[in-house]
C-alpha cells in the first residue's frame, strides 16, 4: 500500500511542476526534467543491480549507447534503394516503414521507430546476455574492470565505426510517433506532452522495480547481494538470478537510450563514454546504493543541475567529489545519513 | 621488411614497457592493501605533467626527479586522506573512491593544464634524431623508455628482495597481523606503497611523454590497459606483469596493421576480458591461488 | 531405507587424503552425528554432502536418488538444507525477509509474475509470509520479525537461521558445528532447540566436537579419524570404544 501512496505523490508532483512552470512561463525548464527522467531510468535500472543485487557495473552508458544507437540506425536508414525486396515491401505494407523527403527533399523510406524499439531491446538482451554469463562470474575489482572493459570497447566502437557517426554520432532521428498526436521528440510544441511522456515511463518502471523488491525474485537478489553461499544453500541459481536483473537493468538503460535519441534527434558518442558509466554509478551510490526513491531522487536532481550547466567546467569533477564524499562519510547514501543524524538529535532533544 | 619488423617490435616493447609500469604500480598496492588503485593511470599523468610545467625553468634531470618526488608525495595524500582511516571498507567502496579520485586528478589537471597536448623534451637529441637498430631507424628515446623500465624494475626487485622496508612492506602483504605483531607499522607501509607506487608512475609517464605525448586525460586509458596486464600476468605478480606487458605492447602495435587504429585500444580490452573469462589467475598465475583470490 | 546414504565417500586435495571411503547411513527421523577431532575432516566431509566440495569418489544417494557432486543450490532444492558454523545470515534482509528468502524453492513466482504483482504471486505471497511468522513464532522470536538481521544477538540469529533452514521443510537438516564459540548454558539451550526441531519429524545429520551436547542429543554417532570413518554406533558404545577413547585422549 505505502509505495502506491509514493507512486501517486510522485505523480502529484510531477504534475505540479509542470503546472507551475507553465503558469510560470518557464517551460522551457520541463526539457531538462525530461532528459533528467529518462536518465533517471537508468539510474534506477542500475540501483537495482548495484545496490540491490549488489553487481557493480561501470559500463552501463554502453547498454543506453546501444538502446540510442539501434534506433538511430534503424530510423535514419532509407530503404529507398531497396523498395523492391519483398521484406521492404512487407514492412511498407504493415505500415513499419514510412515514405517521405529529408530536409533536400530526397525521396526516403525509413523502419518504423516501433521496430527500432523491438530491434533495441532484442539487441540489448542479446549483449547482455553474452556479455553477462562471463562477466557475472566475477567479484570485486575484476568485475568492475571487466564492465568498464565492455564499456570502453562499446565506446570506440561508436567512436570508430562509420555506421555510427564516429565522432559526430547520428542526427537527424525522427520523431518517435506513439500515438497520432503524441510523439516523443518534436521541438517545443511537444514540449508538455514529451514531459509527461518520460516521467509516465519512470513512474512505470519505479512501479515495476518496487514491486520487484519484495517480490520472491527480488528477495533472491537481495540474499545475493547478502551472502552468495548462504543464498545458494537456500536453493537460489546464484548465476541465474544475476543475470536475470543483468538484463532487466540493461534493458531500462536501453529504453532510455532510444526514447533520449529520439527526444533529441540524435546521439553522440559521448553517451558510451566511461564518464557517464561512473555518473550512474555516482548516482545510486548518493541514492543510498539499496534504496529506489533515493536514487530517482538524487538522479533528478543531478542531472537537472548537471544539464541546466550548473556545474559549469567543474561538471565532472563535481560528480567525482560527490563519489568520494559519499563513499568516505556517507557510504549509506545522503538521505540516510541525514535523517539518522537529525533522528539521533530528536532523541536528545527528547532526552532533555 | 626487416626493418619495418624491427621498427613494430621496438615501438611494441616501448609501450608495452609503460604497460609493465602501470601494472607493476597497481600491483604494489594491491599486495599492501588488496585494493586495485584506479587512479594509477593518473599518476603516470600527474608526472609528466608536473615535469613537463617544471623543465621550463629546470634542467631536465631536476625536473623529473621533483615530479617523481611531488607525485609521490600525491600519493601519500591519497592514502592518508581517504584510505588511512577507513575501517575494513567493502571492495565496493574502495572501487568507487579510487575512481573519484581519478576524476577528480584528471579535472583538477584539466584546470591546471588545460585540454592542450604537451611532452617533455627529448632526453637526448629531438624528435628528427635517430639510431640505427638492425637498419631501422629509431628515437633514442626507445632506449631511454626500456632502459628506465628496466632499471625500475631491477631496483624494485632489489628494493623489495633485500631491504629492511622492502621486506617489512611484503610481510605487511602477506599477513597484516603477522606483520604488525612483528612491530611493522602496516599503516606506514601501506602509505609507502602509495608513494613507490606514484614516483614509479611518474617516472614512467616522464620517459614516455616525448613519444607519446601528454594530455590531462591519457591516465585513463594507461589506466585500463595497466590493469588488463596486470591481471594479464596474474594480479600481484610483477615480474609476470612485465612479461605480459610486452606482450600486450607487442599485440598492439601489430594489431596495427591488420585493423583500424581507432579498434587498437580495443584489442587490450578484449585480452582482458578474455583473459577474466576464461584464466582470471593471469596467464602465469596458479590457477588454485587465483581461485582463493575472491575477495 | 535409510534417508541418506553415504558410501565409500572420498575427497583428495593434491596428494593428501581429507575423506577417505567414508560409509555410513542416515535413517529417517534420526539425529545423526560426525564427531573427531580437529582436522579429521569432519568439515570436509560435511562439505561434501553439503555440495560446497564437489567429492572425487563415492556415492552420495539422498531419498533413494543420487546426489553426487551437485551443486548446493540443487541439493537445497531436493530438500537437504544447511546451517553455518559461522551464521550466514543476509544482514542486509529483515529477520522476516530472511525466513521467507529460506522458502525460495517452495515458491513459482517469476520475474514478470513479481514485477506485476500478478494475483498468483500475490497469493503466494501471503501464504509465505504466514509461513515464516509461523517459523519465527515456533522458535519464539516472532518480535523480532520486523528487525534487521545484521543486529541481533548471536543467540537470536542462530534462532532466525534454524528458522530459515527449516521454513521450506526440508527432510534432511544438516549442522555444521552449531555449538562452537557456545558456553555450557547456551550449549544446554542449543540442545533443547535440536530436540524442539526434531519434534517437527526433521532429520539432523550433526558435525561437532563439543562431546557432551553430541552424547546427549544423537541417536548414533559417527567418529571420524584422519579421514576416515573409526567407528559408528550410539553413544553409549562410542564412549566406551578403545580407538575413539584413543584419537581423543592420544596413546597411553
Not at chain 1, 551472502?227 to 534493458?251: C, D, N, Q, T, W
Not at chain 2, 621496438?10 to 604497460?19: A, E, K, M, P, V
Not at chain 2, 632499471?151 to 603477522?178: E, H, P, Q, W
Not at chain 3, 561434501?48 to 566440495?53: E, F, H, P
Request: aromatic share 8%.
Amino acid at each position: 500500500m505505502k509505495r502506491y501512496i509514493s507512486i501517486l505523490s510522485l505523480a502529484a508532483v510531477v504534475a505540479v511542476i509542470q503546472l507551475g512552470s507553465t503558469l510560470c512561463g518557464r517551460e522551457y525548464y520541463l526539457t531538462q526534467l525530461t532528459m533528467a527522467a529518462y536518465y533517471s531510468l537508468v539510474a534506477v535500472g542500475l540501483c537495482m543491480l548495484m545496490g540491490y543485487a549488489g553487481q557493480i557495473s561501470l559500463g552501463h552508458a554502453a547498454f543506453f549507447a546501444i538502446g540510442g544507437y539501434t534506433t538511430a540506425v534503424l530510423t535514419t536508414m532509407n530503404l529507398q534503394a531497396h523498395t523492391s525486396s519483398r521484406i521492404v515491401s512487407l514492412l511498407v505494407q504493415c505500415g513499419l516503414a514510412k515514405p517521405g523527403t529529408d530536409l533536400y527533399g530526397v525521396a526516403q523510406l525509413s523502419l518504423s521507430p516501433w521496430i527500432a524499439l523491438g530491434g533495441a531491446g532484442i539487441i540489448t538482451v542479446v549483449i547482455a546476455i553474452i556479455i553477462g554469463i562471463p562477466v557475472l562470474k566475477l567479484k570485486g575489482h575484476y568485475l568492475a574492470m571487466a564492465t568498464l572493459g565492455f564499456g570502453i570497447i562499446v565506446y570506440r566502437i561508436t567512436l570508430g565505426t562509420g555506421l555510427f557517426g564516429q565522432a559526430d554520432g547520428i542526427s537527424g532521428v525522427p520523431q518517435f510517433t506513439i500515438v497520432p498526436g503524441i510523439a516523443i521528440g518534436g521541438g517545443f510544441a511537444n514540449k508538455v506532452i514529451n514531459y509527461y511522456i518520460a516521467w509516465v515511463m519512470v513512474i512505470c518502471g519505479m512501479l515495476l522495480l518496487l514491486n520487484l523488491i519484495d517480490s520472491r525474485v527480488g528477495r533472491a537478489l537481495k540474499s545475493i547481494h547478502g551472502s552468495e553461499e548462504a543464498a545458494s544453500a537456500i536453493g537460489i541459481h546464484i548465476p541465474r538470478y544475476k543475470l536475470m536483473v543483468f538484463i532487466i537493468s540493461a534493458l531500462f538503460a536501453s529504453l532510455a537510450g532510444v526514447c533520449l535519441t529520439h527526444y533529441n534527434g540524435g546521439i553522440g558518442p559521448s553517451e558510451a563514454g566511461v564518464m557517464k558509466s561512473v555518473r550512474y554509478v555516482a548516482i545510486v551510490a548518493v541514492g543510498g546504493m539499496a534504496n529506489l526513491w533515493g536514487t530517482l531522487i538524487m538522479s533528478v536532481l543531478l542531472n537537472y543541475l548537471s544539464l541546466r550547466g550548473y556545474f559549469g567546467s567543474y561538471d565532472d569533477a563535481v560528480f567525482g567529489a560527490i563519489l568520494i564524499g559519499i563513499m568516505l562519510f556517507a557510504p549509506d547514501g545522503i538521505i540516510k545519513t541525514i535523517r539518522t543524524k537529525v533522528e539521533a538529535r530528536v532523541k536528545v532533544k527528547v532526552r532533555e | 621488411m626487416l626493418e619495418q619488423t624491427v621498427q613494430y617490435i621496438l615501438s611494441g616493447l616501448t609501450i608495452g614497457s609503460i604497460y609493465a609500469i602501470a601494472a607493476i604500480g597497481y600491483n604494489i598496492i594491491y599486495n599492501a592493501t588488496g585494493i586495485i588503485n584506479f587512479a594509477q593511470g593518473e599518476f603516470i599523468m600527474v608526472g609528466a605533467m608536473t615535469a613537463i610545467t617544471l623543465s621550463a625553468f629546470l634542467p631536465l634531470p631536476l625536473a623529473i626527479l621533483f615530479a617523481v618526488i611531488i607525485t609521490a608525495l600525491l600519493g601519500a595524500l591519497i592514502e592518508i586522506c581517504c584510505i588511512r582511516w577507513l575501517d575494513r571498507p567493502s571492495v565496493l567502496r574502495m572501487i568507487i573512491i579510487t575512481i573519484g579520485l581519478s576524476i577528480l586528478i584528471r579535472e583538477a589537471a584539466l584546470h591546471i593544464w588545460d585540454e592542450k597536448v604537451r611532452s617533455l623534451r627529448f632526453f637526448t637529441g629531438n624528435e628528427v634524431s635517430s639510431v640505427s637498430v638492425f637498419g631501422a631507424h629509431i628515437s633514442p628515446q626507445v632506449l631511454w623508455v626500456l632502459g628506465i623500465c628496466a632499471l625500475i624494475v631491477v631496483l624494485l626487485n632489489v628494493f623489495f628482495k633485500y631491504t629492511l622496508t622492502g621486506r617489512s612492506i611484503r610481510a605487511c602483504s602477506s599477513d597484516k597481523m603477522a606483520a604488525s605483531l612483528c612491530g611493522i607499522n602496516t599503516r606506514n607501509m601501506v602509505t609507502l606503497s602509495f608513494m613507490l607506487s606514484g614516483a614509479i608512475g611518474a617516472l614512467a609517464g616522464c620517459v614516455i611523454s616525448p613519444i607519446t605525448q601528454t594530455q590531462y586525460d591519457c591516465g585513463t586509458h594507461l589506466a585500463i590497459k595497466g590493469f588488463a596486464v596486470a591481471v594479464f600476468g596474474g594480479l600481484g605478480n610483477s615480474m609476470a606483469a612485465v612479461a605480459a606487458g610486452l606482450i600486450v605492447g607487442l599485440l598492439e602495435t601489430f594489431s596495427i596493421t591488420v585493423m583500424p587504429l581507432a579498434y587498437t585500444d580495443a584489442i587490450s580490452i578484449a585480452i582482458l576480458l578474455l583473459v577474466l573469462f576464461f584464466r582470471p589467475s593471469g596467464l602465469f598465475g596458479n590457477r588454485e591461488a587465483g581461485r582463493l583470490k575472491e575477495f | 531405507m535409510a534417508l541418506l546414504e553415504v558410501n565409500n565417500l572420498s575427497k583428495f586435495f593434491g596428494g593428501l587424503k581429507a575423506v577417505s571411503a567414508v560409509s555410513f547411513d542416515v535413517p529417517q527421523g534420526n539425529i545423526k552425528a560426525i564427531i573427531g577431532p580437529n582436522g579429521a575432516g569432519k568439515t570436509t566431509l560435511f562439505n561434501l554432502i553439503a555440495g560446497s566440495i564437489r567429492p572425487d569418489c563415492g556415492s552420495v544417494r539422498f531419498k533413494n536418488s543420487s546426489i553426487f557432486g551437485l551443486p548446493p543450490y540443487r541439493i537445497a532444492q531436493r530438500g537437504i538444507l544447511r546451517t553455518f558454523q559461522n551464521i550466514k545470515l543476509f544482514p542486509n534482509l529483515s529477520v522476516l525477509e530472511n525466513v521467507m528468502a529460506g522458502m525460495h524453492v517452495k515458491g513459482r513466482a517469476g520475474l514478470a509474475a513479481g514485477m506485476l504483482r500478478l494475483p498468483q504471486a500475490r497469493a503466494e505471497e501471503a501464504f509465505i509470509s504466514e509461513k515464516a511468522h509461523e517459523m519465527l513464532a515456533f522458535f519464539n522470536i516472532g518480535e523480532l520479525a520486523k528487525r534487521n538481521a545484521a543486529h541481533l544477538s548471536f543467540g537470536q540469529q542462530r534462532a532466525v537461521e534454524f528458522a530459515r533452514a527449516l521454513a521450506s521443510g526440508p527432510a534432511l537438516l544438516l549442522l555444521d558445528e552449531p555449538a562452537a564459540g557456545l558456553n555450557t548454558q547456551e550449549t544446554a539451550q542449543l540442545a533443547s532447540q535440536i530436540a524442539h526441531i526434531r519434534g517437527k519429524g526433521v532429520t539432523i545429520l550433526i558435525v561437532e566436537h563439543d562431546m557432551s551436547l553430541i552424547m546427549d542429543i544423537s541417536d548414533e554417532i559417527v567418529v571420524v579419524s584422519s579421514g576416515q570413518k573409526i567407528a559408528e554406533g550410539k553413544p553409549s558404545d562410542i564412549q566406551r570404544n578403545a580407538d575413539v577413547v584413543r584419537v581423543y585422549l592420544g596413546e597411553e
